[in-house]
């Protein structure tokens, strides 16, 4: 007996010295990592050293503490099944120690026979340590109602009192704890506290995902009352921004956001999640800012993620499991928010800042980055061309006319040996006028159309930025290009099959779009250089392909008039004005959402009066 009580104080030792080393790297913050797998390996060693010997009650409490601390080291490094395995085998002894045959090797029905044999007993704070490890691990797998009948069983409640609400039992949970002189890894409570936490934000999580935010909001609210770090207390609260912004209460969202980021300025989170409260509300100066600083966090994080791993052994990061991580802080990509900051100022008419994103965002895609393009953070991020294209457009609203001429020569670069020398697209017969589903050819031409648009739309910007450098020659030459590369592609009607059916395609609406503008703009410059037939040739065939732009009417109505064919004009003039169709609403990328506008504006006082005077001077005749 002797013997074995020597044995087992020189395990409680060993076991003792392994968590003080620990306790000391963790102190210092040094070559955590390391301690820690040299850690688990140690306790993996003394655990099968414990587990070597019949199962005894006199060494219960040393082999529970040591397989706790096993258990909590592996719960880094180890799979679910050997995490289990270890707790099963651990569970198995417990009853074998006391004489009790185990039911089954099934997790959920061991637990129904150790809680009750051990319930009492001065055994029950250590089973209870383990049943804080089995917690976290079904917490980790999402395994909410396995957890609700663990901790109704540690309740235990007369069947007619159960209410079957996870929350409630986790609230009204009466763990056993008690220290003595062995070591553990964690401390009961700490973890007793963070399993707490984790279960109300996991179950908030999951009553989101289902859409019952109202449930999801009382989880959150709850789970703020209790301790927390405040990384964790801030995204907590930013969860609950979200759960308000989906009951439809943007300045509740927003104050939550306000709170998330008091308890960490660093949650991006909350920026990001407040700029789209923000572009709702129609706050675009608060939305650009919220964007602005989201884009400065993301440097800042990025710059954070080569220093030091957290020291907890349970983090909530594991307990609350990849995929809820993914939901509770997933951001767009640092590329993502600096595109949209680029975007979100030129739609603003902050052209000048919004130009220097654009520019900032080139130069980064043309960087020996190791990251590019993002494709794992949910968002669809533009084809390069198309981003090129928006930073010339920027640009060019920014007054910027050279570097826009430069930006397009790249995008020509790029495209100008994928252009087909035509291109077919068919498209259904009934559904030709609304410009529907794209139909492609088996060789599957949807590139080739991409690059002819991207080509056409350079060529646009180029044609334009030189039109405002007042050489409507180079202007000319350019929108000329523009349209024999728009004119290679053809669009056929062809019966309707009863399986064709989809949305309207924007590459052929875009293609429509484009070409109509870049007839309307090379007739302005036809126009400036008094070549007014070739204008009125360019005007006319604008209207055919995309009808309805007012400002295309209305310089049709002036050349007719400078060419005096007055009465043809006025009969297009009443027109204009006795229509009551609206101007068409078109889904048109960044770089072409004016096209009914910009370089196609007049002042059209002068002709107005002209009009006027004209209609009623051919009334008073009559």
Aim: with cysteine.
């Amino acid at each position: 007996m002797s013997v074995t009580s020597g044995l087992f104080e020189r395990w409680a030792e060993e076991n003792n010295n392994i968590i003080r080393k620990w306790k000391k790297y963790e102190i210092q913050f040094q070559s955590l990592q390391n301690t820690r797998k040299c850690c688990n390996e140690e306790l993996l060693k003394l655990h099968l050293k414990v587990q070597g010997v019949p199962a005894l009650t006199e060494q219960l409490q040393l082999e529970i503490t040591i397989s706790f601390n096993t258990l909590i080291f592996s719960l880094g490094y180890s799979t679910s099944n050997e995490t289990t395995c270890h707790l099963t085998n651990t569970l198995v002894r417990a009853l074998e120690a006391v004489g009790t045959q185990e039911p089954t090797s099934d997790l959920v029905t061991l637990w129904q026979v150790v809680v009750p044999t051990f319930r009492g007993t001065e055994y029950e704070p250590w089973i209870h340590k383990l049943l804080l490890v089995q917690w976290a691990l079904w917490l980790s797998e999402g395994q909410f109602e396995k957890i609700l009948h663990l901790l109704v069983l540690i309740n235990h409640k007369k069947q007619s009192t159960l209410s079957m609400d996870l929350l409630a039992e986790t609230r009204n949970l009466a763990i056993s704890i008690q220290e003595d002189t062995l070591l553990s890894s964690v401390a009961v409570q700490d973890l007793k506290n963070i399993l707490h936490l984790t279960t109300f934000i996991s179950h908030g999580v999951e009553q989101m995902k289902k859409e019952k935010y109202s449930e999801a909001l009382l989880a959150f609210q709850e789970a703020i009352t209790l301790p927390s770090p405040r990384a964790l207390l801030a995204h907590v609260y930013t969860l609950i921004g979200l759960s308000f912004a989906k009951l439809h209460q943007p300045q509740s969202a927003l104050q939550s956001y306000r709170k998330a980021l008091e308890a960490d300025f660093n949650c991006q989170k909350a920026l990001y999640q407040s700029s789209l409260v923000y572009r709702s509300l129609g706050n675009s100066n608060a939305e650009i800012e919220a964007v602005r600083l989201l884009h400065s966090a993301s440097l800042l994080h990025a710059e954070r993620d080569s220093s030091g791993t957290s020291a907890l052994l349970v983090s909530p990061d594991m307990l609350l499991g990849s995929e809820q991580m993914t939901f509770i802080c997933q951001i767009p990509s640092p590329l993502h928010i600096l595109h949209t900051l680029g975007q979100r100022c030129v739609l603003n008419d902050r052209n000048s800042e919004g130009a220097e994103y654009y520019l900032d965002l080139l130069a980064y895609l043309q960087s020996d980055s190791k990251e590019h393009i993002p494709t794992k953070d949910g968002l669809l991020f533009p084809r390069l061309p198309v981003v090129y294209l928006e930073a010339a457009f920027a640009l060019l609203k920014a007054q910027r006319f050279w570097d826009a001429i430069a930006i397009c020569d790249e995008v020509i670069a790029m495209t100008v040996d994928l252009i087909p020398e035509m291109l077919v697209i068919k498209i259904p017969m009934e559904a030709s006028s609304e410009l529907s589903a794209l139909a492609l050819e088996p060789d599957d031409p949807g590139e080739k159309l991409e690059c002819v648009l991207w080509s056409g739309a350079a060529y646009l910007l180029q044609g334009q930025a030189y039109l405002q450098l007042n050489d409507t020659k180079e202007a000319l030459t350019s929108f000329t290009r523009a349209i024999n590369h728009l004119v290679k592609v053809h669009i056929k009607q062809k019966e309707m099959d009863s399986v064709e059916t989809g949305d309207m395609d924007l590459n052929v609406v875009v293609l429509k779009a484009l070409k109509a503008k870049v007839l309307a703009v090379r007739a302005v410059c036809f126009a400036e250089r008094s070549q007014l037939k070739e204008a009125l040739r360019d005007f006319q065939l604008s209207l055919q392909v995309l009808p309805g732009c007012k400002n295309t009417g209305m310089w049709l109505v002036e050349i007719l008039w400078r060419l005096d064919r007055k009465e043809e004009a006025t009969v297009i003039w009443r027109q204009i004005h006795n229509s009551a169709q609206s101007p068409t609403t078109l889904n048109l990328p960044l770089y072409l959402q004016t096209w009914q506008e910009d370089a196609i504006c007049f002042d059209k006082s002068n002709l107005i009066k002209k009009m006027e005077e004209f209609i009623q001077s051919s009334v008073t005749e009559q």
